[in-house]
């Protein structure tokens, strides 16, 4: 943990933060919400309340919320809609010693909308769900070795992949991972692949025929995979009989009412929903062709909570308000004008950025060669955004309640930010500006 810096924009944070780390290993149960991600000293690590796209912190600054509840929340915080739905169901009661009906509607409607599902299966988190659809498709098949691509959680049968060799995360993860309390037992259980190389993926197929009882990867995240991909993945899975999974934790319902499967045209075996399926609420739900989930009736699948009325409520009027106010094409459109408006205020500050990626998940891409340069850039840009009221890093989860004025207020705080690194780029003072620790990134996402 790198030393506090004093004095500090953020005093109650920080002294929070103090507290955590004596009582909680690691002070967060999330990497992604350790303050080393964002602008350590600068940024807020404790929130205090939240509403639509914006949330205030323990200090008592106000933020537009770039990060957007790390991808759990698409409508925006605290929505009428749902909120009021979540209200009606605890005042019934959350979880009973029976079953509740709303289990099979909201199965209907992940069936209706979802092109892979035929059958459900529900969970609280992502990394949950990936666990149990890889369970599934290891039950299915008979077989054990598991192929992945990206993140897919902090369970053994994921995090197994640094055992046999310690470097295989490094790219999907993060480096230096060490799979501490992950059976030795699991080396060589699961493999990773490069991500947009059929060939590379069909030698490993080959060099573990007749084994290989599952591939996993996110379809996309802020880049469009090269054409035909996807569809060469599924026809490889399919020659090799294996389960191809579809993790959509990330990407969810932002990209289309189906899942990102929808927008791209390629329908997986099974699919794995999480963050932003209920809005904040946690729920995750694991979807699939009949023929890959039907046997998990034999397989030991089972918890108490997955049946919690609150996050089965929570989803089903989540999957309605992103149909009824068409979520994804408002995305579509928020973000295409996100990107247009920085790239402007880039091209008027004349600094060497661009907005980029797909338009539901752009990104910045400074135009710097030196990685150890352009990681201080990215920090001063994270810490001067959050000092303007923007709390995000170099990527956009955009969500629903994002609109004009957090349009305008964030080219503004751009303007100012791409200001501050182009003339600490042009006097070499980039690390003396930091106020806080070089941003530690801790996620380096294969699928981009
Ligand atoms: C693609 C993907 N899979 C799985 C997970 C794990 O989900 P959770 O944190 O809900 O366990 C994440 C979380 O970021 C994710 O992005």
Redesign the pocket.
């Known amino acids: 943990m790198p030393q506090p810096p004093h004095p500090t924009r953020v005093p109650q944070s920080m002294a929070l933060y103090a507290r955590a780390t004596q009582l909680i290993p690691g002070a967060t149960q999330?990497i992604?919400r350790r303050p080393t991600r964002v602008a350590y000293g600068v940024s807020p690590i404790y929130a205090a309340r939240a509403q639509g796209a914006r949330f205030w912190d323990v200090d008592g600054f106000e933020y537009i919320d770039w990060i957007s509840g790390?991808?759990?929340i698409l409508l925006g915080y605290a929505d009428p809609v749902v909120d009021d739905a979540v209200r009606a169901q605890l005042a019934q009661g959350t979880i009973y010693s029976v079953n509740h009906e709303l289990e099979i509607e909201l199965a209907e409607e992940l069936c209706a909308a979802i092109p892979c599902a035929e059958m459900v299966r529900y969970a609280?988190?992502?990394?949950?769900?990936?666990a149990i659809a890889v369970r599934i498709a290891r039950g299915v098949t008979g077989r054990d070795k598991v192929l992945f691509c990206?993140?897919?959680?902090?369970h053994d049968w994921y995090l197994a992949a640094n055992l046999a060799e310690d470097a295989n995360l490094n790219a999907h993860l993060f480096p230096g991972i060490d799979p501490i309390g992950v059976p030795r037992a699991l080396a060589g259980t699961v493999l990773p692949f490069p991500s947009g190389n059929l060939a590379a993926l069909s030698d490993q197929l080959e060099q573990h025929r007749g084994e290989v009882a599952a591939i996993i990867m996110?379809p996309l995240?802020s880049e469009l995979p090269p054409a035909g991909y996807l569809a060469g993945v599924a026809d490889l899975a399919r020659a090799h009989g294996a389960v191809l999974i579809f993790?959509?934790?990330?990407?969810g319902l932002r990209f289309s009412t189906g899942g990102a499967q929808q927008y791209l045209g390629v329908t997986p075996d099974m699919a794995?929903f999480?963050?932003s399926l209920s809005n904040g609420y946690?729920m995750?739900a694991v979807v699939g062709r009949r023929a890959v989930m039907e046997p998990a009736a034999r397989m030991f699948i089972s918890s108490t909570y997955w049946s919690d009325t609150i996050g089965l409520r929570a989803a089903l009027t989540t999957l309605r308000e992103v149909r009824r106010r068409d979520v994804p094409g408002q995305l579509w459109r928020f973000g295409q004008a996100l990107k247009s408006r920085l790239n402007d205020v880039a091209a008027e500050v004349g600094l060497d950025v661009q907005c980029t990626g797909v338009d539901v998940h752009p990104h910045l891409e400074f135009g710097i060669a030196d990685p150890q340069l352009k990681s201080q850039v990215i920090t001063l840009y994270i810490q001067e955004m959050a000092k303007r009221g923007c709390h995000g890093y170099a990527a956009f989860y955009l969500n629903a309640a994002q609109g004009d004025a957090e349009l305008a207020q964030t080219s503004e705080a751009a303007r100012e930010s791409f200001t501050v690194i182009r003339d600490a780029l042009a006097s070499h003072t980039v690390a003396q500006r930091l106020e806080c620790a070089q941003q530690q990134d801790a996620?380096r996402?294969l699928?981009r």
Do not use: M, N, Q, T
């Not at 609280?124 to 990936?130: D, I, L, Q, R, W």
């Open positions: 999330l992604s790390i991808g759990a609280k988190c992502g990394g949950e769900a990936c990206g993140y897919h959680g902090w996110e995240r993790d959509e934790v990330s990407s794995v999480a963050k946690p995750a996620f996402r699928v």
